[in-house]
């Protein structure tokens, strides 16, 4: 990968990963997002849509409310066969949806969000967006300077004269510490959510968001 592709942090990029306001309009072409295919429309780059969960309701079917980006708060409908139940688990105020191809639409109560159809585009990712994003950065600012060399919980830096050495965490492969120790009290300080936000960070890095050559599924 060229280096100056790995200098942004891709999730706050606005044309991949839009607030509500840039989702293309579930009536109209957006031609950000479609290309005017032989006989259908078709996505010419992918999208993800993600939201903190501020609430939930809805008895037979589940619908969340979700501060965007921008801090605008809207609707999420579950249609899909279940009705969202199988999600309902994981529902928790202040983690974040991310919703695959997302367009605006316009429920019959008025408000304003996404209706989901398909299990497979949407996920819950269980730290908040805030996180998500400061993860992305993270991802980014490392790609750059290279990995740390100080250990994530004392700081100390790698040494071979007195034995330090950094192991990296096995999960993230993002953060490193000089021992056992360090390791778990950065676990229970805050690296359990981090951790997760990394990985996902990373799932979402794996792919090229420009180019559309079939459909992502979580
Ligand atoms: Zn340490
Ligand atoms: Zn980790």
Redesign the pocket.
């Known amino acids: 990968m060229p280096e100056s592709k790995g200098s942004k942090s891709l999730l706050r990029n606005s044309v991949n990963f839009p607030s509500f306001s840039d989702l293309p309009d579930e009536n109209d072409v957006d031609y950000t997002y479609y290309d005017e295919g032989p006989s259908v429309f078709k996505p010419r780059q992918h999208w993800c849509f993600l939201g903190e969960i501020v609430d939930s309701y809805g008895l037979s079917r589940i619908l969340l409310r979700v501060k965007d980006k921008d801090d605008q708060v809207v609707t999420i409908g579950l249609y899909t066969d279940d009705r969202g139940h199988a999600l309902a688990p994981q529902i928790k105020q202040g983690h974040t949806v991310a919703v695959l191809y997302g367009e605006q639409h316009g429920f019959l109560d008025m408000s304003v969000g996404i209706r989901v159809e398909e299990p497979s585009i949407i996920k819950i990712i269980p730290c908040s967006l805030e996180q998500l994003l400061k993860a992305s950065d993270d991802v980014a600012a490392r790609k750059l300077n290279g990995q740390s060399r100080c250990c994530g919980s004392c700081g100390k830096k790698e040494n071979t004269s007195d034995n330090t050495h950094l192991r990296l965490?096995s999960?993230?492969k993002?953060?490193s510490y000089c021992g056992e120790v360090c390791q778990r009290k950065a676990w229970v300080d805050g690296?359990k959510t981090d951790?997760k936000a990394?990985v996902w960070v990373q799932w979402f890095a794996a792919r090229n968001w420009g180019v559309f050559n079939g459909y992502f599924n979580f």
């Open positions: 965490c999960r993230c993002q953060t690296h951790c990394f």
